[in-house]
């Protein structure tokens, strides 16, 4: 299923520790643009979900996506709801990179160890060593306690 909340666990655990060093929106962005791939391949019917984008050359292009268009989905993220959450000042290009580097170097591996299909080193090898590499039970124990202790740190952080 596209766009589970799990990958979000890396994000807020980030945000807990970098605070305004990163940028959770850019991150989730990330996270979006990367399974519209899958949402699409859902759509055709396709044998394989995880496809283009879930390779390493793919993640340089999502990441690049990402950065180029994480400004202005910002601005009108925070139109949007403005009545209901006001989000920061739009964050610098340097924490723009760095959220959308951590959005994609940790989905790749976190999808490959979750799903068969992902091939990370196509077109050089069609090889998935990640693949179970813990069971999916353990992965999402892990990412829900990644999310559980940085909405923690997070809320202490905050309120201090």
Not at 81 to 104: A, M
């Amino acid at each position: 299923m596209p766009f589970t909340p799990y990958h979000s666990g890396v994000g807020i655990l980030t945000k807990s520790i970098m605070m305004g060093r990163f940028s959770l929106v850019v991150f989730l962005w990330s996270q979006f643009l990367y399974d519209l791939e899958v949402l699409i391949n859902i759509q055709l019917g396709s044998n394989r979900l995880h496809t283009w984008s879930h390779t390493i050359i793919g993640m340089f292009g999502i990441a690049l996506i990402t950065v180029a268009t994480a400004k202005p989905m910002y601005r009108v993220l925070a139109k949007l709801i403005q009545d209901l959450w006001k989000l920061p000042e739009c964050p610098t290009w340097k924490v723009i990179i760095y959220s959308s580097f951590i959005g994609v170097t940790t989905h790749l591996p976190l999808d490959a160890i979750m799903h068969y299909d992902v091939r990370i080193f196509h077109p050089f090898s069609n090889t998935n060593s990640l693949y179970e590499l813990i069971s999916v039970v353990a992965l999402h124990n892990m990412l829900l306690f990644f999310t559980l202790v940085g909405g923690i740190i997070w809320f202490v952080r905050r309120n201090k």
